[in-house]
């Protein structure tokens, strides 16, 4: 079992403490003890091996040896009790938004419902609603609450299933007979949220294919199995469902293909090779440019792979060179600890400098920050800090930017004597969520008209899984930003991914600059990044099409040239 998998048993066995009414401190402790398994830096094994995971501040002894069982069995005895004692629906119950322990208990005990969708029922007939203290509103919420959980639990966010598509192909790859395993599917091809996680295993005989089947029906944490010989789907204790499929190794570039996707992407590789009378069926494609070659196309990138022109492009030879990690010279948007960050600028600068950037843009949210923002009285004092800092680096130059807050007026939450004192402006929208699309568009529009603004940043707002776009015309905004030359982020924050992808293409073509913001309130969120460029490979985008791949005198020279 991975890291995530440990947390949310824990997290599970905190939910079931909390409904059987156990001592509060009892359910604080397993839930920071996920928090600090999940947050455990090394392999948790190895962890546990060492000791070093007994000295993690949040982990005990009983929860130490729950994750000690998990690893060796898959299992939990501490969990299997208490599902004898709590029907699970009661936990699942707790996810919904806006419903509480104490209702859950009303609704199980006046109604004798253990299941979310007896509940759902139940607030549809009107049953839910005639409870004491609930009424039709309360109802309401609650089936609100229930699509949320619905569509929040069929999905996982992209970096979840990427650590998680990680770890399990580092098993999968561990198997006697496994000549070659890689990951395909959604994952590979980046998208922003993923259902299941699906890997290709090459094997060099039936009898080692055989063998692998049978050794991961028995694997520690596989709930399930089924499938055919060639096709497996396991599902594992955590409630992860993977598609594993196994092929040749002469074979394993077609078939990579094929499971890698999308739909579109092989119902036009498909056309492609009827009109010109190419049998994929027939022939040796070990690597995935062999099939490419044979249909006469260049190699795509799994992240253009979405039947959006991809392969007429590939046809032309005009495929575009997606920006790559080592592209970026610059590491923008992150907070200090002068608003709502841990990280002091020196260990900022340190950290950037280490991970090969030549310069950082720091910024703080704004006064008006709901999260506690930077006050103009404090200014100084961190623009000292950081002279001092670059003082002290002259190989590394950190640049004094603000996350301002644009106010529903469309205004920024500094006025322009104290604008003037930043090298750059990342504008965004933290309030007022519920405008009109007329409104919300207006708002940022204004907003774009303020010659301060270098970066809009998170454009729609959007939370995945969690929060949907606020409404607003995105191509007035995009087109504005062309013509007064404002970047566009890409916040790089894996539960914002905003813009979209799909959005990002459309900026490219209008000819707007990206910002790859990774939003980092740690050294820890500096990860963000690679997910972010992986949101810019998937809208088109270029090295060159990117304000951080440029030197820190041409980031200068872009914010100051509307000013």
Known sequence: MDKPAVGQVLDEIARFLELKGENPFRVRAFENAARAVTGFPGDLADGVKSGALAEVHGIGKATLQIVSDLLDTGRSSVLDELREQIPPGLVEMTRIPGLGVTKIRQIHDALDIDTVTDLDAAAADGRLAALPRFGAKTADNVRRGIAHLRRSTEFRLSHHAAAEARSIRESLSALEGAARVEVAGSVRRRREVIRDLDFLIGYQDPAARDAIVKRLRTTPGVTDSSGAENALTLRFASGTLADVFFVTTEAFGLAWVRATGSAAHLAQLETRANERKVSLAHGAYPEEKDVYSALGLAWIPPELREGTGEIDAAAAGTLPRLVEDRDLRGFVHCHSNYSDGTTTIAEWAEACAAAGYSWMGLTDHGQGAFAGGLKT??????????????????????????????????????????LDRFDFVIGSIHTRFGMTEQQMTDRVLKAMDDPHLTILGHPTGRLLLSRDPFPIDLE???RRAADRGIAIEVNADPHRLDLDWRHVREARDFGVTVSIGADAHSVAGMANVGVGVGVARKGWVEADDVLNTRDVDSFRTFAKARR
């Open 377 to 418: 009285e404090d200014i100084g004092k961190q623009h000292g800090e950081i002279d001092a800092v670059n003082r002290a680096n002259p190989s590394f130059t950190v640049l004094k930017g603000i996350e301002a807050d644009i106010l529903e007026d469309g205004k920024l939450d500094y006025d322009a004597a104290t």
């Open 476 to 478: 007035r905004v995009l």
